[in-house]
């Protein structure tokens, strides 16, 4: 209904924070519950506490740090604008500690290095077998008849899916094992050498560098990196040392790509190429600790541990794009078709395969949040430069036009973009040229706007009501909304307000009144339609609600394709953002780098790498596109 005041009850004084990507907060007890923007990127990739919400006594600086979020790692290197290939993400849950993967030419085969096992899956990602091994696997080789596993103590000999037919003794923290020139060779990182094994069982133990933690097999030769001396060294299959070769510093996985050898440089975030004589003829820049890498024959793939993430590197060091995972890589396989990646900490592993999708990627301003098509061109919000970007659907940019502090929340009216400014208490209106046509103030911090086909709603996050204006920015009264309202979205005949600090959405009909308030999941942060139901993101315990017209919830479904403790163990995927584009519900989630897909039933159909901190969506009738708060840029996603 319309009100004459901001609210019922006083609202004590407080000071509009200055921009920033943490979130607002006053020292009320009605303390902002949910970040304005992602959460800022930071390098340490392995936080697992989830945030708490702050008590009613709550001082600003505890309420910041109580919804700091999880890290989030922005894109390292940057994207290249592209287009280029964007990989599908399939994830399935394996067991713990998955250590090690191997293709044997019909599955993939999981080492489970805390539960004593094996698995193979089928490359659908079905478990076909399980079979118990010795303490600790950490290693796998296949020589066409028998796995060799490598534990902590010995080298077991299994037959596939059976039980072991030999164990040999190894020397101390066997970490890699490859089979090659019919020998099995290992390399024992705790006594500097490389094992050679034969059929029979014989052993010729080779000394090489300080700590050896990777091998590799080019046809002819073995390859050796000791990470410790920052070498590799080049083994003949008699055992001899054939050269050694100084390489950048911390060098941990290795690869052939059928000419040359790649090695990974962990404290240099890079990676070499290297000719089979030794020498360095290229050095690249990859993520943040690169460790495992694998090549695919067209290109190698490079795990970079703090970052979440693979890089993707030509074989004439193209940039061929970073993607997002959301989970720790470990160990990599190539199947011939896709790339496998081990999540040793999150009991998963995930398949990465090509299947027509594209990605382009734009710079744009600071932070930027909210985006939206006007049928034309491309709007975003950058809401730490105070101004907003007009994208062509090329990605060019045709200027940044300024606005007010932190513009958070964009609409459009068919004739002019809305602007809620956050940090200035103001909306402003844009002509399509980008000229400032006016503009005017509303209540307490303003976090969602709206057109509901007649007069623009901003949304007071502190005030609980909303400010309404007409097409010339005449104000024309309040509405009470709910409490700490985040978003909101016109279904074509109501409005939907998230009310982030109570978990509810409030359903209003066109003169304000309230037709419903119905319960959703922790944190709403954005609302979306199927055309039928609303859809609300619910950031904080990573769920998706389904809600009819009426306001019953008629599904509570998982962000993540795993669940919430398997997938980010006391993290989750932190919805941001929704879009329906027709067919689909797609979510961005912030926490993971990655869109997700889902079907009308909620079954997550696929998930796609956006870029750091993905927020908010929209679509050109063609490409979806996302704006990513942490790489300063918007991705352009087009599929088949």
């Known amino acids: 209904m319309m009100v004459a005041a901001a609210c019922s009850e006083p609202v004590p004084p407080t000071v509009a924070p200055a921009p920033s990507l943490q979130p607002a907060a006053t020292e009320t007890s009605d303390a ?48 290249p604008r592209g287009p280029i290939q964007l990989p599908k993400i399939e994830t399935f849950q394996v067991g713990n500690q998955p250590s090690a993967l191997l293709f044997d030419g019909d599955g993939i085969w999981v080492a489970n290095e805390d539960d004593d096992n094996l698995m193979k899956l089928s490359l659908d990602g079905k ?19 028998s796995l060799w596993v490598g534990t902590h103590f010995a080298i077991i000999r299994h037959q596939p899916g059976g039980p072991p037919t030999g164990a040999f003794g190894a020397g101390r923290h066997p970490v890699s094992t490859v089979f090659a020139g019919s020998y099995l060779w290992i390399a024992n990182s705790e006594d500097n050498s490389v094992s050679r094994f034969a059929p029979s069982g014989a052993r010729l133990d080779i000394k090489v560098g300080s700590s050896p933690v990777s091998l590799a097999f080019d046809g002819e030769s ?20 054939l050269g050694t070769f100084e390489v950048e510093s911390g060098p941990r996985g290795l690869a052939f790509d059928g000419s040359h050898i790649w090695v990974t440089s962990t404290f240099n975030g ?27 024959n067209e290109s190698v793939w490079v795990a970079n541990r703090s970052d979440g993430t693979l890089t993707r590197v030509g074989l004439q060091g193209e940039n061929l794009g970073t993607f997002h995972l959301g989970m720790t890589p470990g160990a990599m396989a190539f199947d011939g078709t896709s790339v496998w990646v081990a999540h040793p900490n999150h009991v998963s592993v995930s398949k990465l395969t090509f299947e027509g999708a594209s990605i382009s990627t734009f710079p744009v301003g600071s932070a930027p949040v909210p985006i939206l098509f006007d049928g034309q061109a491309i709007w975003v919000g950058n809401a730490l430069d105070g101004n907003i970007s007009k994208l062509n659907l090329d990605g060019d940019e045709l200027g940044p036009f300024s606005v007010g502090g932190e513009p958070n929340a964009l609409t459009f009216d068919g004739e002019s973009i809305w602007a809620a400014n956050r940090n200035d208490n103001t909306v402003s209106r844009l002509s399509l040229d980008g000229k400032l046509e006016g503009t005017f103030p509303v209540r307490k911090l303003p976090m969602a706007i709206i057109f509901d086909g007649s007069d623009i709603w901003a949304a007071s996050y502190l005030e609980n009501v909303a400010t309404r204006l007409d097409g010339e920015g005449r104000d024309l009264g309040l509405l009470e ?17 998230a009310n982030a600090h109570v978990d509810t959405v409030t359903k209003l009909n066109l003169t304000g009144q309230v037709e419903g308030t119905f319960p959703t999941g922790d944190v709403p942060l954005s609302i979306a339609s199927d055309g039928e139901n609303i859809w609300v993101a619910n950031w904080r315990d990573s769920t998706i609600s389904k809600l009819s017209p009426d306001g019953v919830e ?8 795993l669940p919430q403790d398997v997938a980010l163990p006391g993290v989750g995927v932190l919805p941001f953002g929704l879009y329906f584009d027709g067919q689909h519900m797609w979510v961005a989630n912030s926490a993971s780098g990655t869109l997700s897909s889902m079907d009308t039933d909620g079954r997550i159909l696929a998930t796609y790498s956006a870029g750091g901190g993905p927020a908010k969506l929209t679509s050109d009738g063609e490409s979806l596109w996302v704006t990513n708060t942490a790489d300063n840029t918007v991705s352009k996603i087009t599929f088949p």
């Not at 990127?41 to 702050?54: G, K, L, Q, V």
């Not at 478990?127 to 008849?145: I, V, Y």
Request: glycine share 8%.
């Open 481 to 497: 909304t709910g409490r700490s309202t985040i978003d909101m979205y016109f279904d074509g005949e109501f409005v939907w307000a």
């Open 127 to 145: 478990l076909l077998t399980t079979q118990p091994t010795q303490t600790l696997p950490r290693t796998l080789a296949f020589d066409g008849e």
């Open 32 to 79: 902002v519950g949910a970040p304005s923007t992602p959460p800022a990127a930071i390098s340490t990739p392995d936080s697992t506490e989830r945030p708490s919400p702050p008590p009613s006594s709550t001082t600003q600086s505890q309420a910041r740090r109580a919804f700091d979020g999880p890290p989030i790692s922005g894109t390292r290197p940057s994207m």
């Open 554 to 561: 008629l599904g509570l479904y998982n962000a993540s394709v």
């Open 222 to 241: 073995i390859w050796v990196a000791s990470q410790r001396e920052d070498t590799v060294s080049k083994i003949s299959a008699d055992g001899e040392i």
């Open 270 to 296: 890079t990676v070499s190429k290297l000719t089979l004589a030794g020498e360095t003829v290229g050095t690249f820049d990859v993520g943040s600790l690169p460790s495992a890498i694998v090549s695919d």
